[in-house]
C-alpha cells in the first residue's frame, strides 16, 4: 500500500467564513476506483462554482493504495488549479483517508437484457468515530483552551515527521504536555497515549498562530508625532509570536513615534514612547502650593518625571514634577541622580 507524504498538515483555518459562504467541509474518509481523485470525491462544497469540484488533489495509480489529504493540500491543489483559497471557509476534518478500491465486475443483465443499474459507491462518513480524535485535534484543543480562543482562530502546522504522528488515533487517554514556554511560534509537545493497550509516547513539534485583532497604522508615523486616535485603526491578522504587538488602542492613542511605522504595519511597544511633555529650554509654569511662577526646564520631561528648573528672576533651581503639557508641580524633595532626566 502506498502511502501518500506530506510536509505539513494544517489542522484549522483561520478564515471561519466568507462573505459569500464559500465552504469546503473535507470528509475524514473516502474511497475511489480512478486513478484521480477530485474535490468533489473528497469534500463537500457550499457557494462554489460547480467545475470546482473536478479539480484533481490526489493519485491513486492502483488498486488497493491509498493516500491520506490534508487542507495545506487541498489549499495548493485549488492555487494550481487557479482558484484562490483565501476567501473560502475550510472545516470538517483535518485530513481525508482515500482509499482505491478495484473496479466491480459487470453484473449480469437482467430478464430484459438490460444491465441493472450499478450500486452507487458509499457515502464517506461525515465525521470520525464517537470518542476517537487524533494527537493533532488533541494538541489544537489543548492550544484553544491555552490562548483563550476558539479552534477556528488557531493554525497549527506540523512539519516533518510530526506530520504523521499528529494523525495517530489513540484508543485510549491522551496526555498532551508542552515542552516549551513558547505561546505562539515554534512549540513543542509530548504525547502519552494508548493504542490497543499499547502504552506509546511520542514528541511533537509544529508552528502556532493565533488570528487576532492587532494595532495597525493607518498611515506611516514619522519619529516625533504625536498618535491621534485617526492614526491607527484594529485589524484581524496572523500572529505567529514573532515580535510583540499592541492590540489596545487605547494604549497607542497619545503616544509619541519612537521608530518609524510603516502604513499597514502592526505597532509594537518598542516603536512608541511617552511623548515629551515638557522641552529643555521651555519656560513651564510651575505650581508651588496655590501659587503658579514661570520657570525654565534645563532638561525634556515626560509625566511624572522630576526636572530641575530654574527661576529666571532669582536664577535660583529647584526640582518639579512634569504633571502635563508645559506644566510642573514642585517637588518637596529633591530628585536622586539616578532619576534626573537628561536632555
Avoid at 529647584?318 to 529633591?334: H, Q, R, S
Wanted: some cysteine; charged content about 20%; glycine content about 8%.
Amino acid at each position: 500500500m502506498k502511502k501518500i507524504r506530506t510536509i505539513a498538515i494544517v489542522l484549522s483555518t483561520v478564515l471561519a467564513g466568507s462573505a459569500e459562504g464559500q465552504e469546503i467541509r473535507l470528509f475524514p474518509a473516502a474511497v475511489c476506483t480512478d486513478e484521480t481523485v477530485r474535490l468533489g470525491q473528497v469534500a463537500s462544497l457550499t457557494a462554489l462554482d460547480p467545475a470546482t469540484a473536478t479539480i484533481v488533489v490526489l493519485s491513486l495509480p492502483e488498486a488497493g493504495t491509498s493516500g491520506r489529504l490534508t487542507v495545506a493540500e487541498v489549499q495548493n491543489a485549488l492555487r494550481q488549479a487557479g482558484v484562490n483559497p483565501v476567501p473560502i471557509a475550510f472545516s470538517g476534518a483535518a485530513h481525508c483517508a482515500v482509499r482505491r478500491v478495484a473496479n466491480a465486475r459487470p453484473p449480469a443483465p437482467g430478464p430484459g437484457g438490460d444491465p441493472p443499474a450499478a450500486a452507487p459507491p458509499p457515502e464517506p462518513t461525515a465525521t470520525p468515530p464517537a470518542n476517537k480524535v487524533t494527537l493533532g485535534q488533541a494538541v489544537l484543543k489543548q492550544l484553544a483552551n491555552e490562548l483563550g480562543a476558539p479552534t477556528e482562530a488557531i493554525t497549527v502546522t506540523f512539519d516533518g515527521s510530526s506530520a504523521r504522528t499528529a494523525a495517530m488515533t489513540p484508543t485510549g487517554e491522551i496526555a498532551i504536555t508542552s515542552t516549551n514556554r513558547n505561546r505562539l511560534g515554534r512549540r513543542r509537545w509530548r504525547a502519552d497515549f494508548s493504542i490497543k493497550g499499547r502504552k506509546l509516547r511520542r514528541y511533537l513539534s509544529a508552528r502556532v498562530a493565533l488570528r487576532r485583532e492587532l494595532a495597525v497604522a493607518k498611515r506611516a508615523l514619522l519619529v516625533g508625532e504625536v498618535v491621534g486616535p485617526d492614526d491607527v485603526e484594529l485589524v484581524r491578522r496572523d500572529d505567529n509570536g514573532s515580535a510583540t504587538v499592541m492590540t489596545d488602542l487605547a494604549a497607542v492613542v497619545g503616544q509619541q513615534v519612537r521608530r518609524a511605522v510603516r502604513l499597514g504595519e502592526p505597532i509594537r511597544p518598542e516603536n512608541l514612547t511617552a511623548p515629551v511633555l515638557v522641552k529643555r529650554g521651555q519656560t513651564a509654569w510651575v505650581r508651588c502650593g496655590p501659587v503658579r511662577l514661570p520657570a525654565k526646564a534645563l532638561s525634556k520631561g515626560i509625566k511624572g518625571d522630576r526636572v530641575e528648573f530654574e527661576n529666571p528672576r532669582s536664577n535660583r533651581r529647584f526640582w518639579a514634577v512634569i504633571t502635563g503639557p508645559g506644566t510642573a508641580e514642585m517637588a518637596l524633595t529633591p530628585a536622586l541622580p539616578q532619576q534626573e532626566s537628561k536632555g
